[in-house]
């Protein structure tokens, strides 16, 4: 049996464990300020809308956006690299899960960053 | 002496082949401290010879009484039939194996995985030539809980990455691989990495921790996967 070497597998597991561990940082400062855990209260438009315009909150929430689009979708790429056997659907899934991340950071992107309180 | 229904597992590949098997329970009555094994073996000699398994050294030993008794991986020796804690008794082959017949399933996929590791001691260097290659104490404990390894397959076929991807190296590879990456007196790390740090090694498992559930033996091959991704990490960085 031949194993040929291939790329990627090192850095997509690296990489899967540094974005979890961001995400799990940036979750809980996202909810101790944007929920004011552990007192919590209304979270209302006038009390948000100021945060969200600093430029601050836009690389944070752009951080987290990042990380998530990432963490989430190295992950639905992983479970295809074991159900998926065929090179050429795995190219074409890839290729889709990037063109996915891409609209969807560029989604988020424009919701971030031009806000205005 | 207690009755108990074994329900096993049939696949004869001239009557069955193109079915998924069938089962077949037996009737018997097991006597007090029968492993599986014995109760398997008096079914074979006194109720039903045309019943296929592996076995030999009855001991833990040898690894080849590896089997699914009541959805558990591990080998049929050691596992007495008392302590089931049931009064009827599924046995199947390995999950992940192709059955070749009843109980028995082809391990070649899974030693084809071991050999792609090149499971043996590599050196460079000659030996002393009035005595073995030593080691110290300490570097000898490192290779605790990876080397008592018996090959009876129970870990690689109860992962769920490998049901899924049978190029996937599997935990009893991995571990081999572990075993010798700390072995003090092992040069062959340039030799394995290849094979280990491919998109079907080191790097598909996912951390589900069946393998340590399933080890007769009772390794951790789970963390022998993480220790190796350790040592990936500090030669890339």
């Known amino acids: 049996m031949k194993f040929p070497r291939t790329s990627g597998g090192f850095y997509a597991w690296l990489f899967q464990r540094l974005t979890g561990i961001l995400l799990v940082i940036l979750l809980i400062i996202h909810f101790a300020i944007t929920h004011n855990l552990p007192k919590g209260g209304e979270v209302t438009y006038a009390l948000v809308a100021p945060r969200l315009a600093t430029a601050t909150w836009k ?3 752009l951080t987290f956006l990042v ?3 990432f963490h989430g979708l190295n992950g639905v790429w992983m479970v295809v690299q074991d159900y998926v056997h065929s090179e050429t659907a795995q190219a074409w899934i890839f290729y889709a899960l990037c063109t996915l991340g891409l609209v969807l950071l560029v989604l988020g992107a424009i919701t971030v960053i031009p806000f205005k309180a | 002496m207690a009755e108990y229904i074994f329900r096993v597992f049939r696949y004869d590949p001239e009557k069955d082949e193109g079915t998924r098997g069938r089962v077949q329970e037996y009737k018997i009555g097991v006597e007090r401290g029968w ?3 014995d109760a ?5 000699w006194h109720v039903d010879g045309s019943l296929a398994y592996r076995r030999a050294c009855r001991h833990g030993i040898c690894g080849s009484c590896g089997m699914t008794i009541n959805g558990k991986n591990t080998i049929a020796c050691e596992q007495q039939v008392a302590d089931l804690g049931t009064q009827v008794v599924t046995v199947e082959p390995l999950r992940g194996f192709r059955v070749i017949k009843d109980l028995i ?3 070649e996929p899974f030693y084809d995985k071991l050999y792609a590791i090149k499971p043996y001691l590599i050196a460079y260097s000659d030996p002393p030539t009035d005595k073995e290659r030593l080691q110290s104490p300490e570097d000898r404990k490192l290779l605790d809980g990876k080397y008592e390894c018996i090959l009876c397959g129970c870990c690689t076929s109860s992962c769920p990455t490998y049901w899924a ?5 599997g935990p009893n590879a991995l571990m081999k691989a572990a075993r010798f990456a700390v072995d003090s007196r092992d040069e ?3 030799e394995r ?6 998109k079907h090694g080191v790097w598909r498992c996912h951390t589900i921790f069946n393998c340590v559930e399933a080890c007769p033996k009772e390794l951790n091959a789970t963390r022998a996967i993480v220790e190796l991704r350790r040592l990936m990490l500090k030669g890339r960085l």
């Open chain 2, 35 to 37: 492993t599986v094994l």
């Open chain 2, 165 to 169: 991807d049978k190029e996937f190296l």
């Open chain 2, 193 to 198: 990495v290849n094979a280990i740090d491919d």
């Open chain 2, 40 to 44: 398997l073996n008096y079914i074979k």
């Open chain 2, 188 to 190: 062959g790390w340039e």
């Open chain 2, 105 to 107: 399933v082809d391990m």
């Open chain 1, 67 to 69: 990380c998530a689009l």
């Open chain 1, 59 to 61: 690389v944070f929430d």
